[in-house]
């Protein structure tokens, strides 16, 4: 399991409460003296982080009965589904998700509100009436919110945490200053890719592997690698920058789009397979699509593909062929076992994976294993992945800490 990065200001305990939490939400019904042994702390310690816990509602005790011996049941500690909950929301550019859910990841309701491509200009009132809506709607299920946690699916300014891009819009909204109008708990805003970063990496289908490539495209490329067990990082993000990465000619409509480029730039990587790219790419095969420059288009795309239209799998086998090349190289770099990939164009995964899958193995044809390339087992709107940074906050001590101050 990856290890998250630690807020080293925050006081020993609250970081000691909260590996006590995650070990209980890992081993369920875990005894104190497993727990001691597991996270190599004093007994004494042990009891009264787990009575600081209990305390705070956040765990409780069960009996758990041995089939092994008679007499007295033993106490096993679990994660409590009963007092906390979380408000969650994911912001696409098309779609604003609400949802409303046990602290244990259960989901109590759920909501998802559109977003149209003129609402953008006016997206901060939007918002509030879409939460307020929601938060009528759940008045009679909302008990003891613990935090309210939003996702996007665009881009944060690395020091602000202003929304600076949401699809191809460039835009700078304090979401935490607006949010704060409506709720007195912690606001946790982050970009959706680190929300499913931690849930893939934690929980998801490559638990166990130690070296794992995390890939998503859509209108940026986010990449980062899992190593030895550990997030690769620098001080800002765990993201990897591999914009300006060259691509060599493996396909003729590689050539056919961003001519007004420099030759040295039209063939990095993210003039060749984000959706600026693939936008180029369909109105060059489609040229009477009257679709602007939006999800719509990918989506077009993705059901032109299912019906084996030859013009859209010639753009997935385009990208796929650039996807494939450059992961070649960080599979050999890395030594990674698996790939993680999520992206909007995976309604047509069948094509897209299929070619990516081939061609890796094309490349890779002398390497003694060639990782697959694999999709989440999770719905875009998982509670695992909508809760995930919460469960961070959590494991970090840092939601601990708020928690005990209010």
Known sequence: MPKVKQQDKLPLRMKQLGKIYRLIEQFEEISRIDLSKLSQLAPATITALTRELIDKKLVIERAVQSTEARGRPAIGLCVSPFYWQSVCAILAENHFDLSLCELDGTLIEQRSYPINLRDLSQLEPLLLDYLDQFLKDIRNELNHPITFSIAVTGELDKKTRHLRRLGDRAMDIDLKTIFSSRFDIPIIISEYFDSWLFAESSLGAVIGYKNVIFLKLDEVINLSVLLDGNILHNTINSKMNIDHFIVPHLNELQGKINCDLPENERYQLKNQITHNAIYQMIDLLYPNNEFPNHIDKINFLCEQAKNNDHRAVA???????????????????????????????????????????????????????????????????????????????IYDGSLLLNLEKN
């Not at 698996?338 to 094509?351: D, G, N, R, V, Y």
């Open 315 to 393: 753009i997935l086998h385009c990208l796929a062929d650039s996807l494939a090349y450059i992961l070649m190289n960080f599979v050999q770099l890395f030594s990674s076992q698996k790939i993680m990939f999520s992206s909007s164009l995976l309604p047509a995964k069948e094509i897209l994976l299929t070619r990516i899958n081939n061609k890796l193995a094309t490349y890779l044809e002398y390497e003694k294993t060639v990782p697959e390339v694999m999709i989440s087992q999770y719905e875009w709107n998982s509670t695992v992945v909508i809760t995930s940074s919460i469960k961070q906050g």
